[in-house]
């Protein structure tokens, strides 16, 4: 039977059906990460109902509920700790006990980026190593670290999830954690418009005046020659690749799956990675394989199913 799938997000939730690795449905629905998060989840629920006759089941004869969310997640207790500004209700609402009294399912829960990394490692690039660092690189940056076959957790359940928030650079920027001058607040998705604004040639540059300032403008500015839009791009590969490094120093990984908004076009960031851990990594040429997710997309609903599947849990 497939597992009811749900990747709960701060701007989108997806959900779906998940089968031994296989998306065989899905869909997505706005979050409302400043409402209630029990609403949500009743609400995704009733979409899920619709979902599974289409597929030839119900809801109820699913394996259980895999589900994925953002902030610290105890995966022993499914629970969320903290969620960094969503969801008020959601640190202490007993997610077991809802799903149970909602549909009689087990439910098992973890961190969205460790999740997207169980799912990875089952069924994407991470496949055959238990030795693994995975870095989503979006609007924030999320971590997450195999070691040695078991995801790494730590007695606050916070093990590899922080690398985003590793400081980088003393007296920086202030980061939405609370922290100064984190990896997160000085390269990610969410302070790329307040870097080009800040540049000197912003005035000239042709992102000057774009409604959106993402990657996907910024990388497209860059190779069109702009010299805001590669110097911005420049300064976040740079710190970004010397992350790596740090991860690598840390984990000693044999593989680093990288993903996210920034993984458009995956060729030139994954080279200047690979150049940048072998100008800077104590680690032998050819000892860490840079490689892009398998699944951008999907990445949460996999792993969601792949907490099911997962024997290595504890
Ligand atoms: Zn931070």
């Known amino acids: 039977m497939p597992v009811a799938v749900i990747d709960l997000g701060g701007t989108r939730t997806k959900f779906g ?3 031994e690795g296989e998306v065989i449905c899905a869909s997505s629905c706005p979050a409302d990460a400043q409402g209630s998060l029990e609403g949500h989840l009743d609400e995704i629920l009733e979409h899920l109902g619709k979902l599974c006759p289409g597929q030839g089941t119900a809801l109820e004869a699913c394996d259980g509920i895999g589900l994925l969310s953002t902030g ?12 960094n500004g969503k969801y008020d209700d959601a640190v202490g609402f007993d997610f077991r006990a809802w799903s149970r009294n909602r549909t009689g399912l087990e439910l098992r829960m973890d ?11 089952r069924y994407g690039a991470g496949r055959g190593s238990g030795n693994l ?14 070691s040695e076959g078991k995801p790494l957790t730590g007695p606050h359940f916070t093990g590899g ?29 969410w302070v790329l418009p307040i870097l080009v604004q800040e540049h000197a040639q912003y005035g000239e540059s042709s992102l000057n005046g774009l409604e959106s300032l993402g990657y996907r403008e910024v990388m497209k500015h860059a190779a ?4 805001c839009a590669r110097d911005v791009l420049d300064h976040c590969l740079q710190f970004w690749g010397e992350a790596l490094v740090s991860f690598i120093h840390l984990f000693d990984p044999e593989r ?23 100008e ?20 949460g609903l996999i792993g969601a199913g792949a907490l099911f599947y997962t024997a290595a849990r504890n």
Do not use: Y
Not at 73 to 80: I, L, Y
Not at 280 to 299: C, F, M, R, Y
């Open 17 to 19: 059906l998940m089968d």
């Open 72 to 83: 610290l997640v105890n995966n022993r207790e499914m629970r969320v700790l903290s969620t």
């Open 111 to 121: 961190n969205d980026a460790r999740g997207a990394l169980i799912g990875e490692w």
């Open 133 to 146: 660092v995975m870095v989503t690189i979006g609007t924030g940056i999320g971590t997450a670290v195999i």
């Open 161 to 189: 999830n922080l690398g985003g928030h590793m400081l980088v650079r003393s007296g920086g920027r202030k980061c939405t954690c609370g922290g100064v001058g984190c990896l997160e607040s000085e390269a990610s998705g």
């Open 224 to 227: 069109e020659g702009d010299g």
């Open 256 to 278: 680093i799956i990288v993903g996210g908004g920034i993984m458009n076009e995956p060729e030139p960031v994954l080279q200047r990675f690979r150049d940048i851990v072998s």
């Open 280 to 299: 800077l990594a104590w680690a032998e040429e050819g000892q860490v394989s840079i490689v892009k997710a398998e699944h951008p997309d999907n990445a």
